[in-house]
């Protein structure tokens, strides 16, 4: 490994080291971390219960469990091995195994040093088991979580876990909350990706840009006065926008506040997930200072499975204005341009049907958008009574960030179409008729996207298959994370 | 996406029992290399069933065109070319505009096309419209897709090249699977893009452009080099023939057709588990007398209540705690539940049905009503009536795996399942038995609810408002697949838990009933695994192929009575 590792200390891993290593970081457990680790599970095999597991299973099952926690390690995993549907990515599995060290990581859970050095090892090994994707309800025992040990520590592995370690690995919803960090982590992509979106339209409906100038003296959010200066940042020096026109439509209007929201709302996430990330999401809890090995839920996932709804909303509110934007866009009417951008409308459809795709991916989204949170479905004989769904909030959320941006991908393809006509001069009278006016200049952030996207989309000028256009935009945007290369990389 | 794949004799016959009440007896092949011994279906646009398309999707059967549909397709084809020459004269002595003839599409309806034109317009079209995104439709879905649109088109009221549907007909004897992408659609002017990456491979009027992708002999390949391959020669659209191609919401409702045969099947299976989950908690079978439900007759409560007395006929465990006197709803109102579930289903099916053998084509060319003009501008393509059916069907679903899930819990819970060791947790198997399966299942059904909500209910205005309420039917029809599968892994979890249960009550001494014996003797064998994901995908297996459900029923040969 020629790159210094990302270490794991339990109080430190971002959002951002977690996705480098799912791109090929190599991580390292930190010393003091290993110091803490080691006491904690020394003291917990001298004074902790003599067989923790064994207890565990008895009072769960309602019985007492015969053997001792030896023999039960496997069969504990194994039995937890109860997922299904797609395997995860490797991306996320490499993830998973990353942050659940980093749990360990943080000494309050009893487990040796040598548990962790596996988990590393196979992230720096790039080993990633099958996890399947589906059946976790972010509480307590997890499926993911076994499904991984499983393909760990049973097969060629030199360290043979305790009953107490075997809990700890699984004992954690932080399958909800790796998700929630590959989800957060996309949402600001598509936060600028909004904001560029955005400007584009206005240049090209020749938009008022006094609602912009007017927000932050408003000062009704800070959010939105942040995502007002960013639009006038890429608007600036442009003569297609002006003050003083008619007031534009809303989704126009108030893109500030809505995108200046939705950050908010990724702000809220991040913190949580950041948070997470480093918090012993564990159970039992080995405290070494206080003595003490305690029943607690920290497992519980509602806190990531809260802001992972909110996201969602967040998320599905940006694609629905972008599509409204778009829909602008491609209406001769509304844009003052050709319809559906393209010169001899009739004979071509041009990107008629880009707007269908938006709506089409819009209205998945509301589906998508139903809090999962909100159900909770009783679990193990009145034991796990509410759970949190946690994982499936994740999960909604990383679907919609698909959509969001296919559609906020659409908006900046109908964008450039636009600016292509603003350039050169091309308008259309309320009679239909095409005429020639002075070119307009464009502000230099725009130019900056419009460049970009005609790097990876050409200009629209006779009927052709929009599939490949939408597929180039949607990975060029999908690019994210430390590998992306500097020729790939998006200018926002 | 739910995948499709296998042979599912058992699922056939079911949906012949249920929805066309006729049974015979079908040879299918198992995998692709063996004799096909079916008939060829003869298309028409008036007689394909559920059977067909599920034969002809998942087991390759066989089509030609019917040469009463060709005559009909020829006749309005033949005014068709007449109006695009410009021979069709109106009121005012001029050529007549027929929409998307000659003229622009949606609202380009304004514009007119010169004749030299018309065939850049068809393709133009099917290039524009190529916008989908996601994920690609299963080799089922597409071809059921295909099958469906070559079936709308040999009603003979659309007025297209025959050739379109013959190609079609060849490239599905031959197995030329496009690649459809599945996202993208809003189900009204029908599912253009979907089709239109259908089109793709079709049509070639000879300029250099995209031809789409599609599989042939498992290899994917650019959709010119497959149709050379298949030695099917593509198509040089004419006028309408874009239209033709694209108008009309084929994949929303070869989506739901798949899944009505599936969730069909999947019912009965829903009932056995219910059977070995009853006689594992030792339930009482009074709720389920055939007297109680004349007195609130549901035709599907009946059924499953009839079909619940037989599977457990001769059982030594239902009512064999004196006294109990009556049930949890879980096992009591099951035939409340899953009857419901029944008639969900039914109601749906009836709907897909008529779409089946539908025009879905703007404008129809209807050449029995008086001339000069035969084209009737209507909007036959819209998705609502199949939206709204898969809405109801992914909301059925959902609702039997919520069912099957509150058994399991009672399976697992020590204190509500008559005496059957907490969490299932065998005697010489340490670890947690059936605890996790349950949270499995709990996070399927969960997953499910959210799955629900309906997306009949949403529209967003499209094409310069032309088109202002859209169906959204194919996100519909997905979201129900989806729900499906997540049913079907949910029952396959209580199938595993009943059985690990009935292996203590057999260890008792009881007998189980006709048709719970027969299920156990087939999925007692496949609980032996190293972790429950693996039993599960066992299980899953014998579902899908349609194993379980026919040896339940050979067993207990009243069911087919009661199915229909």
Request: aromatic residues 4%; negative net charge.
């Amino acid at each position: 490994m020629s790159k210094s590792p990302i270490v794991l200390t339990g109080a430190s891993l971002t959002i951002d080291a977690l996705m480098r290593v799912a791109h090929g970081a190599p991580i390292a457990l930190g010393e003091e971390a290993r110091t803490e680790m080691q006491r904690s599970s020394q003291w917990l095999s001298e004074h902790g219960p003599a067989s923790i597991l064994a207890q565990k299973m008895g009072w769960l099952s309602g019985s007492e469990v015969g053997a001792d926690d030896d023999a039960l390690v496997v069969p504990f995993i194994q039995s937890h091995c109860a997922g299904v549907g797609k395997p995860l990515s490797d991306l996320v599995v490499r993830a998973l195994i990353a942050a659940r060290a980093n749990v360990l990581a943080t000494g309050l859970t009893g487990c040796r040093p040598a548990v962790a050095d596996v988990l590393i090892r196979a992230v720096n090994e790039n080993r990633t088991p099958v996890v399947p994707s589906q059946g976790s309800v972010g509480a307590a025992g997890s499926a993911a979580l076994a499904h991984m040990v499983d393909g760990l520590f049973f097969d060629d592995c030199d360290v043979v876990l305790r009953g107490s370690e075997a809990l700890a690995l699984i004992n954690g919803s932080t399958l909800a909350t790796v998700l929630g960090a590959f989800a957060v982590h996309r949402s600001h992509r598509c936060l600028n990706m909004a904001i560029a979106a955005t400007a584009l339209t206005m240049e090209v409906v020749r938009a008022d840009t006094a609602a912009l100038s007017i927000q932050p003296m408003g000062a009704r959010s800070d959010a939105a006065e942040a995502v007002a200066m960013a639009l006038l940042d890429q608007l600036s020096g442009s003569t297609m926008v002006a003050q003083g026109r008619r007031p534009d439509p809303f989704s126009i209007r108030c893109a500030p506040a809505v995108i200046g929201t939705a950050r908010s709302a990724v702000s809220a996430a991040e913190a949580v997930i950041r948070k997470d990330l480093n918090a012993a999401n564990v159970n039992p809890l080995v405290r070494v200072d206080a003595q003490r090995v305690d029943e607690v839920g920290n497992f519980h996932g509602a806190e990531v499975a809260f802001v992972m709804d909110a996201l969602k909303i967040a998320l599905t509110t940006l694609a629905s204005m972008s599509e409204r934007r778009t829909f602008r866009l491609t209406y001769g009417q509304l844009s003052g341009l050709p319809s559906f951008l393209v010169r001899g409308t009739g004979l071509n459809s041009g990107l008629m049907i880009a707007q269908y795709t938006a709506a089409s991916l819009v209205s998945e989204c509301k589906v998508l958008s139903h809090p999962a949170s909100v159900d909770a479905i009783p679990t193990v004989q009145h034991q796990e009574d509410h759970v949190s769904m946690a994982p499936i909030a994740a999960r909604g959320a990383l679907r919609i960030l698909d959509a969001l941006s296919e559609v906020l991908s659409i908006e900046l393809i109908c964008g450039a179409q636009g600016l292509d006509f603003r350039l050169e001069g091309t308008a259309v009278e309320d009679d239909g008729v095409v005429h020639t006016v002075a070119p307009l200049t464009a502000g230099k952030g725009t130019m900056v996207s419009y460049r970009f996207v005609r790097g990876v989309v050409a200009r629209w000028v006779e009927d052709r298959a929009l599939m490949p256009d939408l597929h180039a935009m949607a990975e060029a945007a999908r690019v994210c994370g430390p590998s992306e290369s500097p020729k790939n990389a998006l200018p926002w | 996406m739910c995948a499709w794949y296998g042979d599912c004799v058992e699922s056939s016959h079911a949906i012949r029992r249920l929805f066309v009440g006729v049974v015979t007896p079908l040879t299918l092949r198992v995998g692709r290399q063996h004799e096909v011994t079916l008939e060829q279906i003869s298309l028409d646009g008036a007689s394909l069933d559920f059977t067909d398309v599920w034969d002809v999707a998942v087991n390759h059967r066989q089509l030609s065109l019917c040469p009463v549909a060709r005559e009909k397709m020829a006749r309005s084809r033949a005014w068709v070319l007449q109006a695009a020459a410009g021979e069709v004269i109106d009121e005012n002595g001029d050529a007549m505009p027929v929409y998307g003839v000659n003229t622009g599409y949606g609202s380009l309806a304004r514009v007119r096309i010169p004749k030299e034109q018309i065939t850049q317009l068809s393709m133009n079209l099917i290039r524009s419209h190529a916008a989908g995104v996601g994920e690609v439709a299963t080799e089922a879905v597409t071809r059921a897709t295909m099958l469906l649109r070559a079936n709308a088109l040999a009603k003979g009221s659309s007025g297209c090249n025959i050739e379109i549907v013959t190609t079609l007909i060849a490239m599905l004897n031959a197995g030329v699977t496009p690649e459809i992408p599945l996202q993208g659609s809003v189900g009204s002017s029908g599912d253009l893009a979907p089709l239109s990456h259908l089109g793709l491979v079709v049509f070639d009027d000879g300029t250099p452009g995209d031809s789409g992708w599609a599989s042939f002999n498992g290899t994917r390949l650019k959709g010119d080099v497959a149709m050379q391959k298949a030695g099917i020669p593509r198509i040089v659209p004419g006028p309408k023939d874009g239209l033709a191609m694209t108008n009309g919401a084929q994949l929303t409702t070869a989506i739901t057709a798949l899944t009505v045969v599936e969730g069909a099947a999947l019912v009965l299976t829903a009932e056995i588990a219910t059977a070995l989950s009853v006689e594992a908690l030792k339930g009482v079978s009074r709720a389920f007398h055939p007297a109680v439900h004349v007195l609130r007759p549901y035709p599907g409560a009946q059924q499953t209540a009839s079909n619940l007395c037989a599977l457990m006929v001769g059982s030594t465990l239902v009512d064999s705690i004196p006294e109990k006197v009556q049930d949890a709803y879980s096992l009591r109102c099951t035939p409340m539940v899953l009857g419901a579930v029944r008639d969900g289903l039914k109601f749906g099916a009836s709907q897909v049905a008529v779409e089946l053998n539908a025009a879905t084509d703007n404008p129809l060319i209807l050449m029995d009503e008086p001339g000069p003009n035969h084209a009737f501008s209507a909007g036959l393509f819209h998705g609502e009536a199949v939206g709204l059916a898969a809405d109801h069907i992914k909301l059925v679903l959902s609702e039997a795996a919520a069912l099957s899930e509150r058994r399991l819990y009672r399976l697992t819970t020590g204190s509500l399942s008559a005496l059957l060791p907490p969490l299932l947790v065998g005697v010489d198997q340490p670890g947690m038995g059936m605890m996790v399966p349950q949270t499995t299942a709990a996070a399927l059904v969960s997953e499910n609810r959210s799955l629900c909500w309906p997306s009949s209910a949403d529209s967003i205005p499209t094409c310069e408002d032309q088109e202002d309420l859209v169906a959204m039917s194919t996100t519909a029809a997905r979201r129900a697949a989806e729900v499906l599968k997540n049913s079907r892994q949910v029952i396959a979890i209580e199938l595993m838990a009943a059985v690990t249960a009935l292996r203590v009550r057999c260890d008792e001494g009881h007998t189980l009933g006709a048709g719970s014996a027969a299920a156990y003797a087939l999925l007692s064998p496949l609980t032996d695994a190293r972790t429950p994901s693996e039993v599960l995908s066992r299980i899953d297996a014998v579902i899908v192929s349609g194993a379980l459900n026919k040896c339940v029923r050979e067993a207990v040969p009243v069911l087919e009575v009661a199915d229909v």
